[in-house]
């Protein structure tokens, strides 16, 4: 009964009072939430109370350090309070993936892991009220229709968790994990048995999904469909919209939080009224940036100033939904999908990879494709396509034009056939070999919160 009244409690005032008539009164807000937060929350943490200087709540949010994943896996231990140890953690996640068990908890808190796209694997805490603030923010923020309807959730994923199945059994409302584990054929036979009111998946699991619904394979038609857990592009998009005559949302969740969601208009806005995003700018006109998040709502796993790698963009386009939320245009990948390309004058410059995959997108014989550099002046280009030779042919072109464009020199194009996508890794359209560094002075970090 109580996690019942946590999470309809947070899901009305998700829904209905946390709404601000500009940035201003949103920026007040959060200034309040986070003195509460410093004053009831953050001597629970042994990393933060160990510092020597004036109690950290007559601070500024500036004098915080930026924290990152590797500083936070470093000080995973001093940074949640459920006096719980990184190895404890990490062994009970990895047995709940192995076992595909995801119930057990360690002393009511929950354990998760992310994918460990960037090489290392990030853990989350949550406590069983945290879990069911969460699902009642989830539910505010992306139910259709009212919490009182009747809604059959299908949630694709690489690995179930009780954070997840909060949303199950409260009122009308069901849920059922297809574990992407299991063979492709047996999650399309249980999906169309199913019949879900509300489909989430990865991308390219919705992807494949699409292209089942257009073969004939299944027969859903859910009310609403959200990309999770990867990169939502704009050619997947269309493809996934036209199959099941629905547009596509996002929520934008990773290991350190609910950080974003699609809005009544279909626009992409930060979570701000849970936590506060500072932009880590990556260009001096302020388009693209890294979020620096501080979230004033968990208590077990401390997230004060946690940069993440993500490379944002920013629209500055007010949205008709009327929430002052920052609106995002896209997200367009990690830093560590940055192509890293010479000048004219041999200097290393950067190149954003939506500049890439939208333009390799457009050529008509690619059906899919991903991009690796694994030496500065070499790209070795995968593709799925229609015709082979055609589609080699316009990437070529069409990549030659995007390096001219940018002022750039060609680097050496290697092309060949990509592989089928494995739906339980994450999908990433461009990757940079580790050993190819950014230029000097790119992307420092200088996170700026108004």
């Not at 200087?53 to 001093?78: C, G, S, V, Y």
């Amino acid at each position: 009964m109580f996690d019942t009244l946590v999470l309809l409690r947070q899901y009305i005032r998700v829904r209905h009072l946390l709404r601000f008539k500009s940035r201003v009164e949103l920026v007040a807000y959060q200034d309040r939430m986070l003195a509460k937060f410093f004053s009831k929350t953050l001597h629970k943490s042994t990393f933060y109370s160990a510092f020597k200087q004036r109690a950290f709540k007559h601070r500024a949010l500036d004098d915080f350090p930026i924290m990152n994943k590797a500083k936070m896996l470093e000080n995973f231990d001093a940074l949640n309070s459920a006096s719980l140890s990184l190895q404890d953690a990490m062994a009970e996640a990895e047995q709940g993936e192995k076992s595909r068990n995801f119930k057990p908890t360690i002393n009511g808190v929950s354990v998760g892991l992310s994918t460990g796209t960037s090489g290392t694997r990030g853990v989350f805490l949550v406590s069983d009220r945290e879990r069911m603030g969460w699902a009642g923010t989830i539910l505010g923020r992306m139910l259709p229709g009212s919490i009182l309807a009747k809604h059959r959730i299908a949630f694709f994923l690489r690995a179930n968790n009780n954070l997840y199945e909060s949303v199950a059994s409260k009122g009308r409302i069901e849920f059922q994990f297809f574990d992407l584990m299991s063979s492709i054929p047996q999650l399309l036979a249980d999906l169309h048995t199913y019949k879900p009111t509300i489909l989430i998946a990865p991308a390219q699991v919705l992807g494949i999904l699409a292209q089942a619904q257009i073969r004939g394979d299944i027969e859903i038609s859910p009310d609403k469909i959200i990309s999770v857990a990867e990169v939502l592009y704009d050619d997947d998009a269309a493809q996934i919209s036209n199959a099941f005559g629905k547009p596509v949302s996002q929520v934008y969740q990773c290991t350190e939080g609910f950080l974003g969601y699609s809005c009544t208009h279909n626009r992409l806005h930060l979570n701000e009224a849970l936590m506060i995003i500072e932009p880590d700018w990556l260009d001096e006109q302020k388009e693209r940036f890294c979020p620096i998040i501080t979230d004033f709502s968990r208590e077990t796993q401390l997230f004060i100033r946690h940069r993440l790698d993500d490379i944002l963009t920013r629209d500055p386009n007010p949205c008709p939904c009327g929430s002052p939320e920052m609106v995002i245009k896209r997200i367009e990948g990690r830093t560590d999908d940055v192509l890293v390309l010479r000048d004219l004058a041999g200097v290393p410059q950067t190149l954003m990879p939506d500049y890439v995959t939208r333009a390799i997108a457009a050529c008509p014989s690619v059906l899919d494709f991903k991009i690796e550099q694994n030496t500065d002046d070499e790209l070795v280009v995968f593709l799925l396509a229609s015709d082979k030779q055609l589609a080699k042919a316009e990437t070529i072109q069409t990549l030659a034009k995007l390096f001219e464009r940018h002022n750039l020199r060609s680097p050496t194009l290697t092309i060949e056939e990509q592989p089928s996508n494995d739906p339980t890794q994450k999908r990433r359209r461009v990757v940079r070999a580790k050993n190819i560094g950014l230029p000097q002075n790119e992307f420092k970090q200088k996170g700026q919160r108004k």
